[in-house]
T-cell receptor, first 116, second 113 residues
Framework: DTGVSQNPRHKITKRGQNVTFRCDPISEHNRLYWYRQTLGQGPEFLTYFQNEAQLEKSRLLSDRFSAERPKGSFSTLEIQRTEQGDSAMYLC??????????????FGPGTRLLVL | GDSVTQMEGPVTLSEEAFLTINCTYTATGYPSLFWYVQYPGEGLQLLLKATKADDKGSNKGFEATYRKETTSFHLEKGSVQVSDSAVYFC????????????FGAGTILRVKS
């Protein structure tokens, strides 16, 4: 078990460009979560999947943001027409659906986005 | 809505000092409570958790007790080390709401030798 991985680890882009991040959860974890963390703040929930179904999206997730988990394994988070306010650390976490420890989420290292 | 409030930092201590980081919460359901730690340049790691009232979570010398009557989950350690310097986040989740985590703003801990 290699833990949750995220790619890329860092991304610098110009305002108006589109970016896509990838998250690979712990294998066999049914739930996958995305969070955003800005400097000096705690992570804020964006969205989560149970298998391939996206079950909830935060009001923080504007129409420019879209997330997918097409086969219930890895997930992608795309931001279209990036704005400087999108600069943040994007965190992915996964958890099992059932059993002991189902309330515990395991985090990846994050993707740090800087929009110039 | 659900929220977590934790003491502001930074907290600066000398090695071997006693640590307390206060955390209180507001929840619409019955939450599980967590402390996560973020070391410099690293991702979030689960430090400890408690899933029901009066449970005590413990790990690496840290402990916290789920106090439903005071809606608190204060983090304590009897003797901190320089290697404990990090940002500590208190968080809650509610199973009926998809277990999404609600975090506090984080508390920076600096331990001096």
């Amino acid at each position: 078990d290699t833990g949750v991985s995220q790619n890329p680890r860092h991304k610098i882009t110009k305002r108006g460009q589109n970016v896509t991040f990838r998250c690979d959860p712990i294998s066999e974890h049914n739930r996958l979560y995305w969070y955003r963390q800005t400097l000096g703040q705690g992570p804020e929930f964006l969205t989560y999947f149970q298998n391939e179904a996206q079950l909830e999206k935060s009001r923080l997730l504007s129409d420019r943001f879209s997330a997918e988990r097409p086969k219930g394994s890895f997930s992608t988070l795309e931001i279209q027409r990036t704005e400087q306010g999108d600069s943040a650390m994007y965190l992915c976490a996964s958890s099992p659906l059932e059993g002991l420890g189902r309330e515990t989420q395991y985090f990846g290292p994050g993707t740090r986005l800087l929009v110039l | 809505g659900d929220s977590v409030t934790q003491m502001e930092g930074p907290v600066t201590l000398s090695e071997e000092a006693f640590l307390t980081i206060n955390c209180t919460y507001t929840a619409t359901g019955y939450p599980s409570l967590f402390w996560y730690v973020q070391y410099p340049g690293e991702g979030l790691q689960l430090l400890l958790k408690a899933t029901k009232a009066d449970d005590k979570g413990s790990n690496k010398g840290f402990e916290a007790t789920y106090r439903k009557e005071t809606t608190s989950f204060h983090l304590e350690k009897g003797s901190v080390q320089v290697s404990d310097s990090a940002v500590y986040f208190c968080a809650l989740s509610i199973m009926e709401y998809g277990n999404k985590l609600v975090f506090g703003a984080g508390t920076i801990l600096r331990v001096k030798s």
